[in-house]
């Protein structure tokens, strides 16, 4: 799976960042009656959101592509009785279902720590 090395490029962690900061600012608007912080937040949050869908959509097909190509080599490498590319394409495919299982993790903690985050701004501006 390649690295996200361009920043124009859709990212799970500044869009998290976005939606999260843009929660707090609608939750200040909200509080204070600041019509246009709350507006902006829902904006951010939104923009933040979208990120996110637009992050996970490019690397479920990065992730398809490499998926497939780890396949071709692992079958190509059995029909023609090459075990190192056999080995190559059982490795990208075990990589791969490793790198997914991490990343769940890691956004499901995002999503808490993101919850707690709420609930304390809540807290605080209640």
Known sequence: ???NTNSNEPSKLTGQFHSAKGT?????GNTTGAT????SGQQEHAAGEAEVK????KGYVE???DRIEGKYDSVVGAVTGD???QASGYVANLSYSLLTFDLHVLYSNAQHD???AQQEVNKNFS
């Open 83 to 85: 075990k190192t590319q």
């Open 24 to 28: 707090v600012v609608e939750a200040i």
């Open 63 to 65: 992730g398809t592509s």
């Open 114 to 116: 993101k919850g707690v």
């Open 36 to 39: 246009s912080w709350t507006q």
């Open 54 to 57: 637009a992050a996970q959509a």
């Open 1 to 3: 799976m390649s690295s």
